[in-house]
């Protein structure tokens, strides 16, 4: 699937990031993809946005769509005309907006389920939660920090945004192929959040992920970004 280049706003992005046992990730992740290990560990999240003023790149900013989406990631690898490249596989799509879930998979790359938002942000705090349409859940009351967390796998922020940086292109499923979008972030900056609570009804599925098996990390943040998405490859 082909798009125009889309540019826009990311006005905030929150990575809540996750160790996983590999050997569990594997079962999940369809081929040509692999895990992406760091220090023995696949790492698995979900990406919190907040998108203003998207639409293809050249036309005015005010007509622009605005919405809050939810993406879970796996970091992964595969072989590519003998190289080794890295991003992110997208096995569901969240967003707050029905244009989304109506397009995703035909104008849009991947499945997006339609999912009702609940979000409280000021004075560096953040509650967001959503429910989708199948009942998938999302929860994190995070607050922003200086310090980034000494129990991270990454033990310092830079590690934690090389690492994410690398990850810019992501596939989503879409029937029988899988969609690429890379993101071009103008500016890359990366914020430490300390949290309070975290709640995933996808991680915490342990039909999934057996009890153990994936452990809560860091959180991440970025504000005010603009960027683009350009599509990739189908694969």
């Not at 809540?16 to 895990?35: L, M, Q, S, W, Y």
């Not at 809050?68 to 991003?87: F, L």
């Not at 830079?158 to 690492?163: E, G, H, K, P």
Request: proline content about 5%.
């Amino acid at each position: 699937m082909k798009i125009p280049t889309i540019h826009g706003y990311i006005e905030r992005r929150i990575l809540i990031n996750f160790t996983a046992d590999p050997k569990v990730v594997e079962k999940i992740i369809p081929f040509p993809f692999r895990p992406k290990i760091y220090k023995d560990k696949a790492i698995v999240g979900i990406c919190l946005i907040r998108l203003k003023k998207i639409k293809p790149k050249g036309l005015p900013d005010f007509i622009g769509v605005n919405s809050e989406n939810g993406a879970h990631r796996i970091a992964v690898e595969w072989n590519e005309n003998g190289e080794t490249k890295s991003g992110v596989y997208i096995p569901r799509r969240d967003t707050s907006l029905k244009l989304n879930a109506l397009l995703g998979g035909r104008i849009f790359p991947g499945r997006h389920y339609y999912a009702k938002f609940n979000v409280e942000e000021g004075n560096g705090n953040y509650h967001i939660d959503f429910k989708s349409s199948d009942d998938t859940q999302i929860l994190i009351d995070a607050t922003e920090t200086k310090l980034f967390t000494n129990k991270s796998i990454f033990e310092t922020l830079n590690n934690a945004s090389d690492f994410f940086e690398t990850g810019n292109v992501g596939y989503s499923p879409n029937k029988d192929k899988f969609d690429g979008l890379r993101l071009k972030a103008y500016t890359w900056e990366l914020k430490p959040l300390d949290v309070l609570n975290v709640k995933s009804s996808f991680f915490e599925n342990q039909a999934i992920f057996p009890k153990g098996s994936v452990v809560f990390d860091n959180a991440l943040l970025m504000t005010n970004i603009e960027h683009e998405w350009k599509s990739e490859i189908t694969k």
